[in-house]
């Protein structure tokens, strides 16, 4: 069973929005910080949105004032809101728990394309 599920993702013009949505299992989304991830072609994979311990978010500086990442304590679900996207955010989306020294199964992820 996967312990994290993305979804959301697409193609979109630069300006636009997308809202992703990452389904975590109970015992990973109830006790550990989490966070979005992002891996662009011949790029290392870097963290760009999370949660912290304490319940505050942290961002990437690169998408600061531009994504904002929520959950829903209900739906074990991680979501995260990307507004004025921009070519440079073309990458595979994945979430998983951050801050913490170690990390859940990855997910298949999700891409996302924005084109100018």
């Given at each position: 069973?996967?312990?994290?599920?993305?979804?959301?993702?697409?193609?979109?013009?630069?300006?636009?929005?997308?809202?992703?949505?990452?389904?975590?299992?109970?015992?990973?989304?109830?006790?550990?910080?989490?966070?979005?991830?992002?891996?662009?072609?011949?790029?290392?994979?870097?963290?760009?949105?999370?949660?912290?311990?304490?319940?505050?978010?942290?961002?990437?500086?690169?998408?600061?004032?531009?994504?904002?990442i929520?959950?829903?304590?209900?739906?074990?679900?991680?979501?995260?809101?990307?507004?004025?996207?921009?070519?440079?955010?073309?990458?595979v989306?994945?979430?998983?728990?951050?801050?913490?020294s170690?990390?859940?199964?990855?997910?298949?992820?999700?891409?996302?394309?924005?084109?100018?």
């Amino acid at each position: 069973q996967a312990q994290v599920v993305e979804s959301g993702g697409g193609l979109v013009q630069a300006g636009g929005s997308l809202r992703l949505s990452c389904a975590a299992s109970g015992s990973i989304f109830r006790i550990n910080p989490m966070g979005w991830y992002r891996q662009a072609p011949g790029k290392q994979r870097e963290l760009v949105a999370a949660f912290t311990s304490d319940g505050t978010t942290n961002y990437a500086d690169s998408v600061k004032g531009r994504f904002t990442i929520s959950r829903d304590n209900y739906k074990n679900t991680v979501y995260l809101q990307m507004n004025s996207l921009k070519p440079e955010d073309t990458a595979v989306y994945y979430c998983n728990v951050a801050g913490v020294s170690y990390f859940a199964a990855w997910g298949q992820g999700i891409q996302v394309t924005v084109f100018s």
